[in-house]
């Protein structure tokens, strides 16, 4: 099963995926980066086109 994951070595937190997720289902964590809640997520794939740095990856296709 596919899933959308936050891979925290690239991201910034720019906050731009949590704006895009229809589903609210991102948060920046204190860490500074952002979090995808797996139960919340429902895999549109919005974060994913949005985020300026290719940060967040699609895994399991
Ligand atoms: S859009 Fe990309 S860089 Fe910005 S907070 Fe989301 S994952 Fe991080
Ligand atoms: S894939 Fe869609 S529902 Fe899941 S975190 Fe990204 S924008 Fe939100």
């Known amino acids: 099963m596919k899933s959308f994951k936050v891979d925290k070595s690239i991201c910034v937190g720019c906050g731009a995926c949590v704006q895009a997720c229809p589903y609210n289902a991102i948060k920046i964590e204190k860490?500074?980066?952002?979090?995808i809640d797996q139960e919340k997520c429902k895999k549109c794939g919005e974060c994913k086109k949005i985020c300026p740095l290719n940060a967040i990856k699609?895994?399991?296709k």
Do not use: V
């Not at 860490?31 to 979090?35: A, E």
């Open 31 to 35: 860490d500074g980066k952002s979090f």
């Open 58 to 60: 699609e895994l399991g």
